[in-house]
């Protein structure tokens, strides 16, 4: 408002100006008309505006310096918000002023003066304090550019990026120099890292074993390494700006393709294809393909790797080979080969396993569950055997019995070996079985027959020893029986004189070899004669004989005596089985092999079947009178006949005797 009104006296004060000039102008005329007074009153008002002007143009000074305050303190507001380095120096070299930026950068505090940013070793060591260079600016009036490099307290270096502008007034000549300082060290650092990172690249390029060129958009290559120079034989300077010649015409599509693949930004990692050498050889290679983008995410080329894996191909090609030859021959053993993981987990498992074992080859999962399916006696010397060799290391055999998926005990035979990996490290265990069932058969009959030689040794002796003084016996017992007033003892002692002869004479029939003449016989007719002798001592016994005799059975080729003997000790066998009484089953069916069965099932006390094995076995028998010649000699004569045969039996629940004779073909 002040100065409002100070301009609103400036139109009086130039009418009174305007009033004096006029005057004084036309002085004679009113010197002549006017008196000393009136010149005295116009010389006042003359004084009085002028003193006024005075007071008009102090208060204009002052107006106009708090202008130019405010001004400056606004520039230096503006200059102190700027994020660079900023201060400006005389052409002496007096640092004139410095911005917050440039304080905080020598001082450490943003309100420095800058005398005392002119005092720092920092500022000393920079470039904006040589002198020189200030000269240089001042003498081309051109601006000087360049990076200095500042030393921190802790060893560390800071880039600022110095400019030196020289500023000259046009009025006063008075010239002086602004710098301007940019921090750059943030990018200077990242440009040595991308400098590093640059040459760690390349030698990584050149130092790779696998083949490495760069393609741009159009298929054309733009740089290669030493390595695809050696794996296939181009030069980079052969291939560059030029489609790759390694690709095979059948194979362009395949390429272009997966070129088209990688330029829509998917990545492929480990084609195998063929590519080929300069020489024309196909070399098999792993390729492995990526995108390269530009700093807008846009893709400019292709980076692609190529690894030589022709050896590897070979070798692969080889234990191919040699694994379809190992597999054939395991395929076709007899022997069962599986091989199981430390936890157990089964890899593989031959075929044979199904054909042995009866269960499909889908059912051994784990080895460990195939425990429950050992003999029960057995299954404890399995688990140690695993153990052993879990903890030593080594091969280990064992024998045990494995339940069939038919329901009977199978022998085997088993080798457990560890598998090591070119560490020593156990990576599995190989299991190899075989089937000894029919050995252990072999054992078996080997033993019988031994066990059969040394009881026709004996008999020898037996009955040359003990039959004639029986004789004389007999002869004397009977010429007692006449003369005896109880004769019962002398009916007892022939009875048992009887029995003793009767055992002798089965030794005799095992000690020599029996002249036979095998002739065609109808089995259904030696089974009713047998049956008939044995009708009495059925009764005696309570028993009632059940038969089933199929019409028309064929006829087989035996000795009818021997036949009618094995008939008639099983079926003894079977009564004496039955002391209270009981069932006796007789049948007698054709098979579909050519074969004859004679089926003799009793419903008596049974046999254990753990017993079943032994039966037949010299003197081995479960009749608390028996002596388990009969058995044995049944089978004899049977297997002499080209036979066999089968008992099965249960505790309580009776004995079935099946004898399976070769029938002559119709």
Known sequence: ????????????????????????????????????????????????????????????????????????????????????????????????????????????????????????????????????????????????????????????????????????????????????????????????????????????????????????????????????????????????????????????????????????????????????????????????????????????????????????KRVEHRLRVSEAKYRLIAENMTDMICVYEENGAVTYMSPSHESILGYPLDQYKRVYDCLKLIHPDDRESVRQAIADIRQTREMAAVEFRFLHSGGHWVHLESRCKPIVDETGRVISFMIVTRDITEKKRAEELLRQSDMLSAVGQLAAGIAHEIRNPLTALRGFIQLMQSSAEDKRYCGIMLSELDRINLIVSELLLLAKPQAVKYQQREVGSILKNVLSLLDSQAILNNIQIHTRIAEKLPPITCEENQMKQVFINLCKNAIEAMPNGGHLRVEAEALDKGEVRIRIKDTGCGIDPERIPRLGEPFYTTKEKGTGLGLMVSRRIIEEHGGRIAITSEPEQGTTVDVILPALAG
């Open 1 to 312: 408002m002040k100065q409002t009104g100070t301009l609103a006296l400036f139109p009086s004060f130039l009418a009174v100006v305007a009033l004096a000039v006029l005057t004084a102008s036309n002085w004679p005329v009113l010197s002549s008309l006017l008196n000393g007074r009136l010149l005295f009153g116009v010389l006042a008002a003359l004084a009085l505006a002028a003193f006024l002007f005075v007071l008009y143009l102090l208060r204009r000074v002052r107006q106009l310096e708090q202008e130019a305050r405010y001004r400056e303190r606004s520039f230096c507001t503006y200059l102190d918000a700027i994020p660079d380095l900023l201060f400006i120096k005389s052409k002496t070299g007096e640092l004139l002023y410095v911005n917050q930026a440039a304080s905080e950068f020598f001082v450490g505090e943003r309100l420095a003066a800058p005398n005392l940013v002119a005092g720092t070793d920092r500022y000393r060591q920079s470039l904006c304090g040589c002198r020189e260079t200030d000269e240089l600016v001042f003498q081309t009036g051109e601006p000087l550019r360049r990076v200095e490099v500042f030393v921190q307290p802790d060893g560390s270096a800071r880039y600022v990026d110095m400019l030196k502008v020289p500023v000259v007034d046009a009025l006063t000549q008075y010239a002086a120099l602004l710098v301007l300082g940019r921090d750059i060290t943030d990018q200077k650092r990242a440009e040595l890292d991308g400098l590093a990172t640059k040459e760690l690249l390349e030698s990584f390029l050149q130092q790779t074993p696998d083949a490495i060129s760069l393609i741009d958009i159009n298929g054309r290559v733009k740089r290669v390494n030493q390595a695809s120079e050696i794996i296939f034989g181009y030069s980079e300077e052969e291939l560059i700006d030029r489609p790759l010649p390694v690709i095979p015409p059948h194979l362009q599509e395949e390429a272009d393709y997966y070129h088209q693949q990688v330029l829509n930004g998917k990545r492929i990692i480990g084609l195998e294809t063929i590519r080929f050498h300069k020489s024309g050889r196909p070399l098999h290679v792993s390729l492995s393909m990526a995108p390269i983008y530009d700093v807008e995410g846009k893709v400019i080329g292709i980076a692609g790797s190529a690894r030589d894996i022709t050896e590897r």
